[in-house]
């Protein structure tokens, strides 16, 4: 008895599990099983998704649109700064002369980009 009981475990244990052929009928099966409704459910997915990728789009230029004007409003406040503080003579005149040059660089690469975007 005792024998018979460790080779029969013995095979059970050296007897590889055939994994191809097992996923290959799992998907079989669920591909007869799977009803066709769910096909419909799919493209109504893709849909939806292409309009989000749509929305998105139309946020993006808010977005844009939204830091242009504001990279331009500090643009003009700090020219109006650095014309108030230009007789001064001062290290800060030269600070806000730079912060005004960044902001413009910035604003013109922001423009160059949206308009290569469209």
């Known amino acids: 008895m005792k024998n018979s009981r460790s080779s ?4 059970l244990r ?5 994994t191809r052929k097992l996923k290959l009928l799992l998907l079989i099966g669920l591909g007869l099983c799977l009803p ?19 929305d998105l789009s139309r946020i993006a230029d ?12 500090s643009t003009i406040l700090g020219g109006l700064v650095f014309l108030y503080l230009r ?3 001062s290290d800060l005149t030269k600070k806000v002369g730079q ?10 690469l922001l423009s ?3 308009s290569m975007r469209s």
């Open 112 to 114: 160059v980009g949206d």
């Open 14 to 18: 050296t007897r590889p599990i055939p």
């Open 36 to 54: 066709h409704d769910s096909f419909g459910q799919l493209n109504e997915l893709t849909q939806e998704l292409q309009q989000g990728e749509r």
């Open 62 to 73: 808010i977005v844009i649109s939204a830091v242009k004007t504001i990279a331009g409003t």
């Open 87 to 89: 007789d001064q003579q």
């Open 8 to 11: 029969v475990t013995g095979m």
């Open 99 to 108: 912060v005004i040059l960044g902001l413009a660089i910035f604003w013109i």
